[in-house]
């Protein structure tokens, strides 16, 4: 108990004094996460849009498809990515393999579905509302998609937030294609698993408590983007 007290005392004290690894591993976690959310909304938001206006023969096995992948394994999208970046794979050459670059990319393929689903859930009850007056304004499929990306903006911006949440807990892929390399691949759950290994509780501690905060973040982000509660309603 007396170990705990102590590694709990001293995470405060490294928090507190914005020790050098603390914040060089966090900022490098949320450079990763952000930049691949921002990737997987540029991705997933327009065809959330698409998928909610466009009619096609296979667009019921595309959706399911779709929400079959919210579920894919992250140490497998790891493994892909590690195989498709190795040496001997065909993007090797790139040399993009233990870099952010290559966590970056796992991490797209992890939220690009997440973030595409929940899109077009939002959009497809927007489009029901809209359609018959978007299609009487003989606006074009691309107009229909804008319009309703725009108007759907804050459930979208809900979305993109789910998906920066799960990206910055992200351990397994992480791992397999950044290899945590200090200084360089290392971010804040690699290096919670790290150093919980050496013992090293204080600093694991440290990062558990800039992970626990960025989490209720972006949690209370989406409470009032999404404005779950307002004044006329319990």
């Not at 667009?59 to 498709?84: C, E, H, K, Q, S």
């Not at 870099?99 to 927007?126: D, G, K």
């Not at 600093?203 to 779950?228: M, P, W």
């Amino acid at each position: 108990m007396t170990d705990i007290w102590e590694g709990l005392v001293q995470a405060v004290l490294l928090i507190i004094t914005l020790d050098a690894d603390l914040l060089e591993i966090s900022a490098r976690s949320l450079y990763v996460t952000v930049t691949a959310t921002l990737i997987a909304a540029a991705i997933g938001l327009p065809l959330g849009g698409w998928l909610a206006v466009y009619r096609f023969r296979a667009r019921r096995g595309v959706i399911a498809v779709l929400n079959a992948l919210m579920g894919l394994p992250p140490v497998v999208v790891g493994l892909i990515v590690y195989l498709l970046l190795s040496r001997s794979g065909p993007l090797g050459v790139l040399g993009l393999l233990f870099t952010p670059t290559a966590m970056i990319i796992a991490q797209v393929i992890i939220l690009t579905p997440l973030i595409a689903s929940i899109a077009h859930q939002a959009l497809r009850e927007l489009w029901a509302e809209y359609h018959d007056l978007l299609i009487s304004l003989n606006t074009t499929r691309r107009q229909r998609i804008v319009t309703l990306l725009w108007d759907a903006r804050r459930a979208l911006l809900t979305a993109a937030l789910a998906g920066f949440g799960r990206g910055i807990g992200e351990v397994g892929a992480i791992m397999i294609v950044g290899g945590n390399i200090d200084q360089a691949t290392r971010v804040l759950t690699t290096a919670i698993a790290l150093e919980t290994g050496k013992g090293n509780f204080a600093l694991a501690l440290g990062l558990g408590f800039v992970l626990i905060a960025i989490a209720i973040g972006v949690n209370l982000a989406i409470h009032f983007a999404s404005r779950t509660e307002v004044s006329s309603r319990w």
